[in-house]
């Protein structure tokens, strides 16, 4: 599976972006599809997963209420909407597909996409 994400940018505290991971190759099904950031200077954290088949959301604290991910079996696409958004949430955003939702909360994703960047001024 080869993920293409897309949708970063750079937007004013409050505002809103909308992030999408599209899979070539075949269907995300029956992977867990989700979210993980990296900020400068540390560590990659976790942010929102979902089931592919179920489509069951899980959040990070630090995003629940303000961040929603959803899928598109129609368009093979996992999006991430983020409303909201405080300096804090800039980072790299990575979408990554793997065998559950555990593996992608602990970063150990099967296949990555190639990161898009968001930041967020005050």
């Known amino acids: 599976v080869q993920l293409q994400a897309s949708g970063g940018g750079l937007v004013q505290a409050g505002g809103s972006l909308r992030l999408s991971c599209v899979a070539s190759?075949?269907?995300?099904?029956?992977?867990?599809v989700g979210w993980l950031r990296q900020a400068p200077g540390k560590g990659r954290e976790f942010v929102a997963v979902?089931?592919?088949?179920?489509?069951?959301?899980y959040y990070a604290d630090s995003v629940k209420g303000r961040f929603t991910i959803s899928r598109d079996k129609a368009k093979n696409t996992v999006n991430l909407q983020m409303n909201f958004l405080k300096p804090e949430d800039t980072a790299v955003y990575y979408c990554a597909a793997g065998s559950g939702t555990e593996a992608i909360r602990n970063g150990n994703g099967q296949y990555w996409g190639q990161g898009t960047q968001v930041t967020v001024s005050s």
């Open positions: 979902i089931t592919w088949n179920g489509g069951v959301p």
């Open positions: 190759g075949r269907t995300f099904s029956p992977y867990a």
